[in-house]
């Protein structure tokens, strides 16, 4: 298994805290499928205590720093280091407040690939919406919020293309999965926590949101996609 750790956005803001989670996750990683893996990381606002604790990590093979002021897919989507994913079997893409609690890797692995799931998660703790963190078996979504998600190549490439710069915040691209029909999915055996508030402009959030709603599908609002999928499709209950 060849993984990367894909950072899509960390700066200022509860930096240190910040700092502590992604040392956890990536010792927890390292611990987990005892070899060396590699990240890519895109700093807004730029870290050197960040940047010089990752090299002193034994474990960590190739480091992709990109450094751009701006919001989430403004980084993520222009980074110049993403020609780069497709040497990698494996993409782990986590936010800068998620927290690992319990995760096997391989076995996870081995479920997306049994049951062919392009956008996979653990179960998230403190996570918006219940349907990331209600069950205790494997389900299938047409709504999944973005905090771990473990990807292939190809998935990520295609988890890129439903977004735009221009929705900076991924307001609603979580709800669009059923409609662009991309297979998501929980496996609620393992577990990571968001911990910490969001710090998004929710008005900024919610307007950019709707004019990508407007611009690139049929619906006009959220409710509107509601009315069309329900958050979870399918319970998998002997995996």
């Not at 079997?89 to 800068?96: A, M, S, V």
């Not at 703790?125 to 190549?153: A, R, V």
């Not at 950019?208 to 006009?220: A, F, H, I």
């Amino acid at each position: 298994m060849n993984l990367l750790y894909y950072l899509p956005a960390i700066g200022d803001n509860n930096i240190d805290n910040k700092h502590e989670i992604l040392l956890h996750n990536l010792n927890y990683i390292y611990n987990n499928i005892q070899k060396k893996f590699s990240i890519s990381i895109n700093f807004y606002t730029v870290s050197e205590k960040i940047k010089n604790s990752i090299k002193n990590l034994h474990f960590i093979e190739n480091i992709y720093i990109y450094e751009k002021t701006g919001i989430l897919t403004e980084l993520f989507l222009t980074n110049p280091h993403n020609e780069y994913i497709h040497l990698y079997d494996y993409i782990l893409f986590i936010l800068d407040d998620v927290k690992i609690i319990n995760m096997d890797i391989q076995r996870m692995i081995d479920i997306k690939n049994k049951y062919s799931i392009e956008i996979f998660s653990p179960k998230i703790l403190n996570s918006t919406h219940s349907f990331m963190n209600s069950n205790n078996k494997l389900t299938i979504h047409n709504f999944l919020e973005i905090y771990l998600l473990l990807l292939t190549p190809d998935d990520f490439t295609k988890y890129c293309l439903i977004n735009t710069i221009e929705n900076k915040w991924m307001w609603y691209v979580d709800h669009l999965f059923g409609h662009y029909n991309i297979k998501a999915g929980v496996i609620n055996d393992f577990i990571a926590l968001h911990m910490l508030p969001s710090c998004s402009n929710q008005s900024d959030a919610n307007q950019c949101g709707y004019v990508y709603l407007r611009k690139y599908t049929k619906y006009n609002s959220l409710n509107d996609i509601i009315k069309n999928y329900s958050p979870i499709k399918e319970i998998i209950y002997d995996y």
